[in-house]
């Protein structure tokens, strides 16, 4: 079993739709969570951390739920922009450096 | 803003040769990280670095080794390249253990 899973896609969605991500981890040694964004043949990179009290961005929300072990991201009014891989990411408290990529999740959003 | 560069954005490398892919943050950071990434499976870690001179094995450390002698710059060198590290390298660096990775643009790596 894959420490970090989520559902690769792909998410076909029309622009302004609300989808939603989810991701859960197995590592009960996990500390900090992210979500990160990579365009095609780019580098991934930050989209927003998570926290235990739930966090928002704008269009973007993320949850955590330790309990279940579980991420959670919310796109509202989806963008034909948000068109990317979703990755779900953890750091592990195992002597601090470990850090778990999930393999991400693919959306499309279409005009 | 973090930057985190990398020597090329392309390499062509033809099999057996050393090839040396360069890595510079410009933010302090303690750690520093060697990725490959392929269609499908992924980011794997290759080896990373939590402080100068250290480093430790990621994943898949095999036919790689790393140098850094600066905070800044940590190397990744391919001894003898083969077809199959063809892929795309990312390094990344972080200020420490629980915070969030930044990511360079990536070399795309083919060997011949």
């Known amino acids: 079993r894959k420490e970090v899973e989520q559902d690769p896609g792909p998410f076909n969605v029309p622009e302004g739709a609300t989808v939603a991500f989810n991701c859960t981890y197995s590592n009960s040694a996990s500390q900090s969570f992210f979500w990160y964004r990579q365009d095609c043949r780019k580098e991934p990179k930050l989209l927003m951390s998570?926290?235990?009290s739930g966090n928002e961005d704008g269009r973007f929300t993320a949850q955590l739920n330790r309990a279940s072990q579980y991420i959670s991201l919310l796109i509202r009014d989806s963008k034909l922009s948000d068109s990317a891989t979703y990755l779900c990411?953890?750091?592990?408290?195992?002597?601090?450096?470990?850090?778990?990529f999930g393999a991400g999740t693919r959306l499309f959003v279409k005009a | 803003d973090v930057k985190v560069t990398q020597s090329s954005r392309y390499l062509v490398k033809r099999t057996g040769e050393k090839v040396f892919l360069e890595c510079v943050q410009d933010m302090d950071h303690e750690n520093m990280f060697w990725y490959r990434q392929d269609p499908g499976l992924g980011l794997r870690l290759i080896y990373f670095?939590?402080?100068?001179?250290?480093?430790e094995k990621g994943d898949i450390p095999e036919g790689y080794s790393v140098s850094r002698e600066k905070k800044e710059r940590f190397s990744l060198i391919l001894e003898s390249a083969s077809t199959n590290q063809t892929s795309m390298y990312l390094c990344?660096?972080?200020?420490?253990?629980?915070?969030?990775?930044?990511f360079g643009p990536g070399t795309r790596l083919l060997v011949l």
């Open positions: 998570v926290y235990s």
């Open positions: 990344a660096s972080r200020p420490g253990p629980q915070e969030t990775q930044y």
């Open positions: 670095s939590y402080d100068v001179k250290m480093k």
């Open positions: 990411v953890v750091n592990l408290n195992t002597g601090g450096f470990k850090t778990i």
